[in-house]
């Protein structure tokens, strides 16, 4: 895609297979479960057509099935219609899909405003300011009612300026600085910060703004602050780092960057921010993401239930339109004058320094470095999804079927740790967590009487893990690299290259590889007895969020009672040719060149060394550096 008509075309193309879906109360699009009612569940999928139909509209284009859009919004604010939606409660499905009925009323309200009767657009205005009498929960939430309010003072109506008011208060609660909001004391730093305070924010700026211009002004400020730091999580090709909850929202992830367009925000220059967005969306549409009808599933790079949120239904997919946001502009506006340009010059390492992420680039992928920050609620996978030592955008990250076989609990990325009866725990929550230039840490504790520090290193391509293990009692360990797809397109299977290295029987290090034509995965071994056997883990089906089918190299040992110092070097991508350096401990035929190496001094100090040997960090049990 490069033109606006374009960007256009997909998003009918994305709309068309939904027409025959709908029903009195909204959209039947699956009969998979959240939990809310499925009653709620079809007025959700209704809904989240509106974040790309509004934009439409507003754009001056049409959809075949408005009418039908508006019709449903009729009867489902009808107390007197057998569709009515139902009042409210706290905390309810309902008051989140408020919001795209708010942007629609105000950005196109000769389509969703005008064509009611002055008894519908009453009802309609009682039905909203539910919102504004209802508890909400204390994250994300509170800018529902703010746009809702919004909506109010663009038309006309009364608003109950305390409730208003209480959600701006929230809301600043949850900013910490520097671009970031954490989503709620309970929350986390993740793809609620772009897609859902920024994007927020930003559409109150550009529709409410001229009347509150120092809020305007600080929300403007925040994306300009953040812009920078979430640029670099994308490729050149349209992929991103998956993290977090909600993934299934899919490009709703670059929806930040068309809500900076809307708002006339140039974050980036106006070539740059339209290749992101155009790139982003081109992707997705390439991938599996549909059902035999069209409909969008629930996933992420492929239909998969067992990576989905409670609150997941079948219409939720459809939050991916809020990145069609920049269709509301005019053809005149500078965005659609310019070519689509490039991603700019980014570094190879960049700090998060709010999270304590590290985001490391390569020709190969782009790398999210965890410290481990687990949410204050039960989220589905929140292990998965908040706490790996890595994600990647090439490579995804793994979730689990359960606790039971390594098979089984997706342990790429991360030190997994059993008592030897089959039953492994992960990384969850952590604590004192801080990061520095290219390194984040976190302490974390998977029985009372075990504790690990956990630093992870970026080199690039590469990464070092080093874990500090005090333990009362002995341990089966297996760390895992990157998982990679055991399959290609529809091709026949092929044999995978393995290699397995135990350092009880070989001098060189321990290590463990697989590199199949289209990708590799590997993991070296650099801990002080190297006594780590090398292992290859496949994955049961649809735990990697990108790849139905997953292959992992891992290292295995014991852990005794005491002190134990576990290091490892992990890196993925395209497969190299054999090292020609005799020296190196080098991976065999998956990688070129030498891996990381570290030394480690007699106080403890780890320093870690980069392929050339250049000191990038030392590690000390006090002090990072």
Known sequence: MVTREDLQESLQEILAPVISHFEGTGLHLGNSGAHYAPRIARMEGWSRLLWGLAPLAAGGSTWSAMDQEVDVLRRGTDPSSPDYWGIPGDCDQRLVEMAAIALSLMIAPAQFWDPLSDEEKKRLYQWLSFI??????????????????????????????????????????????????MDGNNGNYDLYNPFGFHFYGLVYAKLIGKAFPERAAKYIERARLFAPQYTVWFREDGSMVPYGRSLTYRFASVSFFSACVFADLEVLPWGVLKGIILRTIDWWLTQPIRNPDGILSVGFAYPNLVMAEQYNSPGSPYWALKSYLVLALPASHPFWQVSVESLPTLPETTRLAVPGYIISRSTDDVQLLCPGRYPGWEAVQSAAKYCKFAYSARFGFSVSHGAWSLEKAGGDSMLMLSEGDGY?????HTTDQCSGPNWTYGRWFPWKDVEIQTTLVALGCWHVRIHRIKSARILESAEGGF?????????????????????????????????????????????????????????EPNLNILETSGAVPVLRCTIPRGLTLLVCAVRAGTPGSESTDPGSESTGAVFPGPVPQIKIARDGTVTVMDQSGRVVAEISQGETK
């Open 132 to 181: 504004e009498v209802r508890e909400l929960p204390a994250n994300n939430w509170h800018f529902f009612r703010v746009l809702v309010c919004a909506a109010f003072r663009s038309l006309g109506l009364p608003v109950n300026e305390a409730a208003e008011t209480a959600s701006f208060a929230l809301i600043e609660s949850c900013y910490r600085g520097d671009g970031w909001y």
């Open 483 to 539: 998982s990679i797809p055991r399959y290609h397109s529809f091709d026949l299977p092929v044999t995978p290259e393995i290699r397995c290295e135990s350092a009880l029987e070989i001098r060189s290090a321990a290590s463990s590889s697989i590199a199949y034509p289209w990708a590799a995965s590997a993991i070296v071994d650099l801990s002080p007895e190297k006594k780590r056997a090398g292992d290859i883990v496949m994955m």
């Open 424 to 428: 492994w725990r992960e990384r969850r």
